[in-house]
T-cell receptor, first 113, second 115 residues
Framework: DAKTTQPPSMDCAEGRAANLPCNHS???????VYWYRQIHSQGPQYIIH???NNETNEMASLIITEDRKSSTLILPHATLRDTAVYYC??????????????FGTGTRLTVIP | DVKVTQSSRYLVKRTGEKVFLECVQD?????MFWYRQDPGLGLRLIYF???????EKGDIPEGYSVSREKKERFSLILESASTNQTSMYLC??????????????FGPGTRLTVL
């Protein structure tokens, strides 16, 4: 699975959009970009994933650059409950024997009132 | 909503004890996983299972075993607990299907302390 690089921490004002970047310059054609987050003392929570097209769901939007070497997770209106560590993961979907997720150290997002 | 539950949030055991961590999911998922999470190391996969009675080693299986007798339940066993197994243990499950559904759903975690 390709490696990812994320900033260790970011702040965002409550109500503003939070844009979390991720670099994955060695991504291969069959690897998806996944985002999870982990609120303190809880298990990780799935947010969104995509292959090459931009994706949106009720939680967030995922913007993937045309060359797929980087992506941005957007929380459109951050709330205090979005304070968490956000993990960007790149992996092949449904690879038998290797369905695990490699979580790095992620980005600690702090939403400020 | 997918629900993954773990038997305990906090557990304190003594060195040498046999420890059972239980995980139950209610969404009929084929895949189940056990991870441990330590500061600075992220999540590391211990074992996973893609079917009843099937299991595969992850990255750090030493000192652990697992059991999957029923589809909804996946147990992690520490045969003889040691202090270096003090950690947060996370269970997850996922559906065996298309890439669009390949997401893992996590339980709340069990913080195990071995004295």
């Amino acid at each position: 699975d390709a490696k990812t690089t994320q900033p260790p921490s970011m702040d965002c004002a409550e109500g503003r959009a939070a844009n979390l970047p991720c670099n994955h310059s060695t991504i291969s054609g069959n690897e998806y970009v996944y985002w999870y987050r982990q609120i303190h003392s809880q298990g990780p929570q799935y947010i969104i994933h995509g292959l090459k097209n931009n994706e949106t769901n009720e939680m967030a939007s995922l913007i993937i650059t045309e060359d797929r070497k980087s992506s941005t997770l957007i929380l459109p209106h951050a709330t205090l409950r979005d304070t968490a560590v956000y993990y960007c993961i790149v992996r092949v979907a449904y690879q038998t024997g290797a369905n695990n997720l490699f979580f790095g150290t992620g980005t600690r997002l702090t939403v400020i009132p | 909503d997918v629900k993954v539950t773990q038997s305990s949030r906090y557990l304190v055991k003594r060195t040498g004890e046999k420890v059972f961590l239980e995980c139950v999911q209610d969404m009929d998922h084929e895949n189940m996983f056990w991870y441990r999470q330590d500061p600075g190391l992220g999540l590391r996969l211990i074992y996973f299972s893609y079917d009843v009675k099937m299991k595969e080693k992850g990255d750090i299986p030493e000192g652990y075993s697992v059991s999957r007798e029923k589809k909804e339940r996946f147990s992690l066993i520490l045969e003889s607990a040691s202090t270096n197994q003090t950690s947060m243990y996370l269970c997850a499950s996922s559906l065996w299907g298309t890439a669009r559904t390949d997401t893992q759903y996590f339980g709340p975690g069990t913080r195990l302390t071995v004295l």
